[in-house]
């Protein structure tokens, strides 16, 4: 390392590159900080203006009636689900009065794994796993490990007709339903699937195992190839729904805004509720973009604070950067991030984006915190923070030991 320090300190050239390409890397970092963090808040703010347009423009009504009078409006209504399908799965002779019905099949196989070792040697890990996915063992570095072809795959059964109350459901409903409940195989139902899984399992032996079916000879002992085959389906449930009423149907409503609203929650909740459920969960949805941004630019001024450390030093990346290098780089990119968000609600939501540039310009305060050194205490001032050291005399002469 010092060797290095040497050559860049002897060679300006490198270190002239080095600074101007860190200073290319910190204005693309604050670059795409705040384009990131721009086009996330329009976006943000574009659906929040869609919620609060469909809350002053939605209507509750009851679904044991289609009101003519509510057509191409914005309603909200609460009742069960029904249908009058019957979910069948024909390969397995499975049928349930369902919403949804799924089939999840699992193979037991091989799956390839790497890692290195202390001397950077890459080896490769076999384990065996279940998984409802086939893995080709044809990519397997060493083909010792086989899987053999997947003869089954999982499916999904959806019914094509589902209403609530008078009105039916759209197809991005019923996609959006995910409360799943696992269907047990009862013994008869293993029975009357074992004609048709012969077929399908190309003779292999098959059990019912804990009201799943399980294609192998010993489920507490599995093989590899072995099949584990269960199914979930979806009751007929409780659901509020807001979106635009078409005759008896129910599709996504078309703002001004140009967004569209199509909002749907388990149980008995209210069109105010789901509209507040629907902002926290935006709010929610967008963090891990906004600290993305925020994150780039901290990064950002991060270098340029190196590069100002380099200049003066000229030793680039031989030390490193202290805690209030750190400080300054979170705290000014604090302040940069919430003036970005605060700027583009500003016109929106003056409130909000007025609360949002204080904070900016308040977090400005902490960087005289962030320009003090931290100092060691003594044991009097950790243990006895009474005690005054204006009295003590400081000792000029250190006594002699005594020989023993």
Same mark, same amino acid.
């Given at each position: 390392?010092?060797?290095?320090?040497?050559?860049?300190?002897?060679?300006?050239? /490198?270190?002239?590159?080095?600074?101007?390409?860190?200073?290319?890397?910190?204005?693309?970092?604050?670059?795409?900080?705040?384009?990131?963090?721009?086009?996330?808040?329009?976006?943000?703010?574009?659906?929040?203006?869609?919620?609060?347009?469909?809350?002053?423009?939605?209507?509750?009504?009851?679904?044991?009636?289609?009101?003519?009078?509510?057509?191409?409006?914005?309603?909200?209504?609460?009742?069960?689900?029904?249908?009058?399908?019957?979910?069948?799965?024909?390969?397995?002779?499975?049928?349930?009065?369902?919403?949804?019905?799924?089939?999840?099949?699992?193979?037991?196989?091989?799956?390839?794994?790497?890692?290195?070792?202390?001397?950077?040697?890459?080896?490769?890990?076999?384990?065996?796993?279940?998984?409802?996915?086939?893995?080709?063992?044809?990519?397997?570095?060493?083909?010792?490990?086989?899987?053999?072809?997947?003869?089954?795959?999982?499916?999904?059964?959806?019914?094509?007709?589902?209403?609530? @109350?008078?009105?039916?459901?759209?197809?991005?409903?019923?996609?959006?339903?995910?409360?799943?409940?696992?269907?047990?195989?009862?013994?008869?139902?293993?029975?009357?699937?074992?004609?048709?899984?012969?077929?399908?399992?190309? @003779?292999?032996?098959?059990?019912?195992?804990? @009201?799943?079916?399980?294609?192998?000879?010993?489920?507490?002992?599995?093989?590899?190839?072995?099949?584990?085959?269960?199914?979930?389906?979806?009751?007929?449930?409780?659901?509020?729904?807001?979106?635009?009423?078409?005759?008896?149907?129910?599709?996504?409503?078309?703002?001004?805004?140009?967004?569209?609203?199509?909002?749907?929650?388990?149980?008995? /909740?209210?069109?105010?509720?789901?509209?507040?459920?629907?902002?926290?969960?935006?709010?929610?949805?967008?963090?891990?973009?906004?600290?993305?941004?925020?994150?780039?630019?901290?990064?950002?001024?991060?270098?340029?604070? @190196?590069?100002?450390?380099?200049?003066?030093?000229?030793?680039?990346?031989?030390?490193?950067?202290?805690?209030?290098?750190?400080?300054?780089?979170?705290?000014?990119?604090?302040?940069?991030?919430?003036?970005?968000?605060?700027?583009?609600?500003?016109?929106?939501?003056? /409130?909000?984006?007025?609360?949002?540039?204080?904070?900016?310009?308040?977090?400005?305060?902490?960087?005289?915190?962030?320009?003090?050194?931290?100092?060691?205490?003594?044991?009097?001032?950790?243990?006895?923070?009474?005690?005054?050291?204006?009295?003590?005399?400081?000792?000029?002469?250190?006594?002699?030991?005594?020989?023993?």
């Amino acid at each position: 390392m010092s060797h290095l320090a040497q050559k860049i300190r002897e060679n300006r050239a /490198v270190a002239v590159y080095l600074t101007f390409f860190g200073l290319l890397l910190a204005l693309f970092f604050i670059y795409y900080a705040i384009i990131t963090l721009m086009k996330n808040e329009q976006n943000v703010l574009l659906h929040a203006k869609t919620l609060a347009e469909g809350k002053r423009l939605v209507t509750s009504i009851e679904p044991d009636q289609v009101d003519l009078t509510h057509e191409n409006s914005l309603i909200h209504l609460t009742a069960e689900m029904t249908t009058d399908e019957t979910l069948i799965d024909p390969q397995f002779k499975i049928d349930v009065d369902a919403i949804k019905l799924r089939r999840i099949v699992e193979m037991y196989q091989w799956q390839e794994k790497q890692s290195k070792n202390e001397t950077s040697h890459i080896e490769y890990i076999y384990e065996k796993i279940w998984s409802n996915r086939f893995i080709d063992s044809k990519a397997f570095k060493f083909e010792k490990h086989h899987n053999p072809a997947m003869y089954l795959n999982s499916k999904d059964f959806n019914t094509e007709n589902v209403k609530i @109350g008078h009105f039916i459901l759209s197809p991005n409903i019923i996609n959006k339903m995910t409360r799943y409940q696992k269907l047990s195989i009862t013994e008869l139902s293993f029975i009357k699937a074992q004609d048709n899984l012969q077929k399908l399992l190309q @003779g292999k032996e098959s059990h019912l195992n804990e @009201g799943n079916f399980y294609v192998g000879k010993n489920p507490a002992s599995p093989k590899i190839g072995d099949l584990r085959i269960k199914f979930e389906f979806i009751l007929h449930e409780t659901i509020s729904i807001i979106a635009k009423q078409v005759n008896s149907n129910l599709v996504p409503y078309q703002t001004q805004t140009g967004n569209q609203i199509e909002l749907f929650e388990y149980g008995v /909740v209210t069109a105010n509720r789901m509209f507040i459920n629907e902002r926290i969960s935006l709010f929610f949805s967008q963090f891990n973009k906004r600290f993305f941004g925020f994150f780039m630019m901290f990064l950002g001024i991060y270098v340029i604070f @190196g590069l100002l450390w380099i200049a003066k030093t000229s030793l680039p990346f031989i030390k490193p950067f202290n805690i209030v290098g750190w400080l300054f780089s979170l705290i000014i990119a604090t302040m940069l991030t919430l003036i970005i968000i605060g700027l583009t609600w500003k016109n929106s939501s003056p /409130v909000m984006g007025r609360v949002l540039l204080v904070i900016a310009l308040a977090s400005l305060y902490f960087l005289k915190y962030a320009r003090k050194k931290p100092e060691l205490l003594n044991y009097e001032q950790v243990f006895h923070p009474d005690f005054d050291q204006s009295n003590l005399i400081p000792e000029k002469v250190v006594p002699e030991k005594r020989n023993q």
